[in-house]
């Protein structure tokens, strides 16, 4: 009974949690925003989001530059994509952003540089978007205060089949497990 009990638990579990805490200026891909999931498994021809979130860069965010390449673009199709309200984006890339410094927004704790919303026609397994530098610059950060462009650390997930700063689709390999927040129970019960 009591693995039926946790098969039908894990089951039921649809994202997965980030390791740790990410540091300041740290930013990565999740399915959450507030920068918590890094994983989700989802059926076909399902649309979902991800956010490419950042961390803690204060005291503002002037603007950025950042891009998440399309693994599959034959078959994932990208639905909407949105930055946050009167920042221009100057790239014309799909999901690649050239934000210059326009106006300031408060860089505490996660912030949602850009919301995706997908539909996954082909039902990818092992599915990776990775944060990576803007297509028409190859800037890699944010604007700071003194409108300078401050590099972007990777958030990191702690697992090799995990890369630090990308999302995974449908992962076949275990998630990693964020000892810091589970109990001494919750992990032994995985090998029970």
Excluded: R
Aim: aromatic share 14%; glycine share 10%.
């Amino acid at each position: 009974m009591k693995q039926l009990v946790i098969l039908v638990g894990v089951s039921l579990l649809i994202c997965g949690t980030a390791l740790g805490q990410p540091d300041p200026g740290d930013v990565g891909v999740f399915s959450d925003p507030a920068g918590t999931q890094t994983w989700a498994a989802y059926p076909p021809v399902t649309p979902y989001y991800i956010y490419l979130v950042a961390f803690d860069m204060l005291p503002d965010v002037w603007g950025f530059e950042a891009s998440i390449p399309n693994p599959d673009p034959a078959t994932i199709l990208i639905l909407s994509e949105i930055i946050p309200a009167g920042w221009p984006d100057l790239d014309p890339n799909q999901l690649s952003w050239l934000v210059p410094p326009v106006f300031p927004y408060p860089g505490a704790g996660p912030f949602v540089l850009a919301e995706i919303f997908l539909l996954d026609v082909g039902f990818h397994q092992d599915l990776l978007f990775c944060v990576a530098p803007a297509v028409l610059t190859g800037g890699f950060g944010y604007y700071d205060a003194s409108l300078t462009l401050q590099p972007f650390g990777l958030a990191e997930f702690g697992a090799p089949d995990y890369p630090n700063g990308c999302w995974v689709g449908n992962p076949t390999a275990p998630p990693p497990i964020d000892s810091e927040q589970t109990s001494w129970g919750a992990l032994k019960t995985l090998y029970d």
